[in-house]
């Protein structure tokens, strides 16, 4: 009997709340890095009505104008509509942001602190990080979360283009696969959840976004008369964005890795340097997880490792790969070989990926992983795992 089962996975646009919040923290971090790589980021963003609150913790030399940069972000989105509660030019900002606690910054500085066991530099806090792969599609990820971003890419593509004039930016995406043997075989709903415009039907909504955004990125393949289309269930969304709902940084964690399949440490990512081991161990567990299914090891791999704060080498590695490895490889020799091939100290992390400079505005929407030109998305190490494995299984 065929093992069958379904699986969801969501997206949320640029203009939900919470993204709105993610991408002011990833402006903020990237403005800082363009003229002080070695700034400390925390910045935190709550996002609600007419307001944009900033807290937080950062210690750099550049020198920000933080409101030119939270108007710049929000125009972006596209809160810019006459009718906008919540629009670039009229929010008040209120930044409560101050310097980096002395006790976290001697942990995480390359040298001697009394009481600090070494002189390298140590992970900014404790915390479990995951990193996943698989090989289902051609990023390496599940394909219930790349559809769903896929869908969400669109519906932006198609409203920042003024295709239609009703689209407006809070939006969701959610995608449920049916699986037959653990393969992905058919496409059991889609739901779109965008807001609008006042003036335009709901029929005209539910048509168009068929048509033009799920039928354009989702495989005709995987599409069947049984496929339930679910679009704007509510049958209204008018009132959206920061004006109908509050916003924060960081309440996305699944959404922005990899849609409920693997599994998730509970760090946040977006508003902190590479320093935080939250986002940047992140990051390294999707390249060593991504490098292990491209070197052909297994068709799923799940790394877990974890740090104690201010300690510069992590306190465990583990690959899981669900019984999908090569036959004749265990997981504890595709562990031995990760640990070989790969550092995993913070500071060999950040050399190694690159990690000081402006990037992270790009990784904010649709997902920090499954994207091309983002270093972790490299298979640069896959030869060398697979050298090492073979010559010594």
């Known amino acids: 009997m065929a093992n069958s089962f379904v699986f969801s996975s969501e997206s949320v646009g640029e203009g939900h709340p919470d993204k709105v919040a993610d991408l002011i923290s990833d402006s903020v971090l990237d403005a800082c890095l363009a003229q002080d790589r070695h700034s400390r980021v925390a910045c935190e963003t709550m996002v609600k009505s007419?307001?944009?609150?900033?807290?937080?913790?950062?210690?750099?030399?550049?020198?920000?104008?933080?409101?030119?940069?939270?108007?710049?972000?929000?125009?972006?989105?596209?809160?810019v509509n006459s009718d906008d509660v919540f629009h670039a030019d009229q929010v008040f900002i209120n930044n409560y942001l101050t310097r980096q606690s002395p006790d976290i910054a001697q942990g995480v500085d390359a040298k001697k602190a009394k009481g600090k066991k070494t002189a390298e530099q140590g992970a900014g806090d404790q915390g479990i990080m995951f990193g996943y792969a698989c090989s289902e599609t051609p990023e390496l990820m599940p394909t219930p979360i790349m559809f769903a971003h896929r869908l969400g890419r669109?519906?932006?593509?198609?409203?920042?283009?003024?295709?239609?004039?009703?689209?407006?930016?809070?939006?969701?995406?959610?995608?449920?696969?049916?699986?037959?043997?653990?393969?992905?075989?058919?496409?059991?709903?889609?739901?779109?959840?965008?807001?609008?415009?006042?003036?335009?039907?709901?029929?005209?909504?539910?048509?168009?976004?068929?048509?033009?955004?799920?039928?354009?990125?989702?495989?005709?393949?995987?599409?069947?008369?049984?496929?339930?289309?679910?679009?704007?269930?509510t049958g209204r969304f008018v009132i959206g964005g920061p004006q109908g709902d509050s916003g924060l940084t960081g309440r996305k964690i699944i959404v922005d890795t990899y849609g409920g399949w693997g599994r998730h440490g509970g760090g946040?990512?977006?508003?902190?340097?590479?320093?935080?081991?939250?986002r940047s161990a992140a990051y390294m567990g999707r390249w060593v997880a991504k490098n292990i299914v491209a070197a052909g090891l297994a068709t799923h791999a799940e790394i877990q490792f974890a740090y104690a704060i201010g300690h510069p080498k992590p306190v465990s590695v583990r690959v899981e790969t669900f019984g999908t490895a090569k036959i004749g490889i265990s997981d504890e020799q595709i562990t031995a070989a990760v640990q070989e091939v790969?550092?995993?100290?913070?500071?060999?992390?950040?050399?190694?990926?690159?990690?000081?400079?402006?990037?992270?505005?790009?990784?904010?929407?649709?997902?920090?992983?499954?994207?091309?030109?983002?270093?972790?998305?490299?298979?640069?190490?896959?030869?060398?795992?697979?050298?090492?494995?073979?010559?010594?299984?």
Not at 192 to 215: G, P
């Open 154 to 233: 669109e519906l932006t593509k198609v409203r920042k283009s003024g295709a239609v004039a009703w689209l407006r930016p809070d939006a969701k995406t959610q995608v449920s696969i049916r699986y037959e043997n653990d393969k992905p075989v058919e496409v059991v709903n889609v739901v779109i959840s965008t807001q609008h415009t006042a003036d335009v039907s709901h029929a005209t909504i539910e048509k168009y976004l068929i048509e033009n955004v799920v039928r354009k990125v989702i495989p005709a393949g995987m599409l069947n008369r049984r496929t339930e289309f679910l679009i704007n269930p």
């Open 50 to 79: 007419n307001m944009v609150i900033l807290a937080g913790e950062i210690t750099t030399s550049a020198k920000i104008n933080y409101e030119a940069i939270v108007r710049e972000a929000i125009r972006d989105i596209g809160y």
């Open 268 to 278: 946040a990512f977006s508003g902190k340097d590479p320093s935080k081991v939250d």
């Open 342 to 393: 790969f550092s995993f100290k913070p500071a060999d992390i950040v050399n190694e990926l690159n990690l000081l400079r402006p990037i992270y505005r790009q990784t904010t929407n649709y997902g920090h992983f499954g994207k091309t030109g983002l270093p972790w998305e490299h298979t640069n190490k896959a030869a060398e795992l697979k050298a090492l494995i073979f010559g010594t299984a």
